[in-house]
């Protein structure tokens, strides 16, 4: 089994920032994409960012371009989300996602427990 910790969520001004971290850790032979997804009240869950196997390709949502940052650690089995600029609409229950395999299943996707973020004066 594979399990995500995330860590980093919590209540911050507009304009403001915060880093969002999530590590893997179980029977893990090897990961593959690693993303964040958020999910707003009312409304569906939809991609950020993500990130390739070797970090050699980010993608992000229109919405964040410009402001979030997808990185991970290869080495840590840990992905990160650098966001500043925060804005109200970037509220939301952050959500890590890797696709990974161990040593008794193929590649599958996996959720962590998600992280609040909260942006509000």
């Known amino acids: 089994q594979v399990q995500l910790v995330e860590s980093g969520g919590g209540l911050v001004q507009p304009g403001g920032s915060l880093r969002l971290s999530c590590a893997a850790s179980g029977s893990i032979s090897s990961i593959n994409a690693m993303s964040w997804y958020r999910q707003a009240p009312g409304k569906q869950r939809e991609l950020v960012a993500q990130i390739t196997s070797d970090g050699s390709v980010t993608n992000y949502a229109d919405s964040v371009k410009g402001r979030f940052t997808i990185s991970r650690d290869n080495a840590k089995r840990a992905v990160y989300l650098q966001m500043n600029s925060l804005k109200s609409e970037d509220t939301a229950v952050y959500y890590c996602?890797?696709?990974?395999?161990?040593?008794?299943?193929?590649?599958?996707?996996?959720w962590g427990q998600g992280t609040q973020v909260t942006v509000s004066s």
């Open positions: 996602n890797v696709v990974a395999r161990t040593s008794s299943t193929i590649f599958r996707n996996y």
